[in-house]
Nanobody, 122 residues
Framework: QVQLVESGGGLVQAGASLRLSCSAS????????MDWFRQAPGKEREFVAA????????SVADSVTGRFTISRDNAKNTMYLQMNSLKPEDTAVYYC???????????????WGKGTLVTVSS
């Protein structure tokens, strides 16, 4: 079993950058493909980005293409989400998730963190 903990959220102005981290304990992070999801107030949780076990395959949602980058450092058991040019509509709780295989489907995630709040003011 793996425990996931997100960090790096906060309150920023539109146009700013943030880097979220997802640290894993319990098992080696390289065992899993990893994803970021987010849930805005009053909305369903949605896919943001995914990365394969080795980091050679990545995918991001159309809404964040060109602004968000997913990466991982398996030696540090940590995954990252670099968020640039943030917009008010990026305001959400961001969750990291682990899966046994590379995919972007929420229902196929095996482990979840508790989330970190990102608030972008206009």
């Amino acid at each position: 079993q793996v425990q996931l903990v997100e960090s790096g959220g906060g309150l920023v102005q539109a146009g700013a950058s943030l880097r979220l981290s997802c640290s894993a304990s319990g098992r080696t992070l390289s065992t899993y493909a990893m994803d970021w999801f987010r849930q805005a107030p009053g909305k369903e949780r949605e896919f943001v980005a995914a990365i394969s076990r080795t980091g050679d395959i990545t995918s991001v949602a159309d809404s964040v293409t060109g602004r968000f980058t997913i990466s991982r450092d398996n030696a540090k058991n940590t995954m990252y989400l670099q968020m640039n040019s943030l917009k008010p509509e990026d305001t959400a709780v961001y969750y990291c998730a682990a899966s046994d295989y590379y995919n972007i489907v929420e229902a196929h995630m095996t482990y979840w963190g508790k989330g970190t709040l990102v608030t972008v003011s206009s």
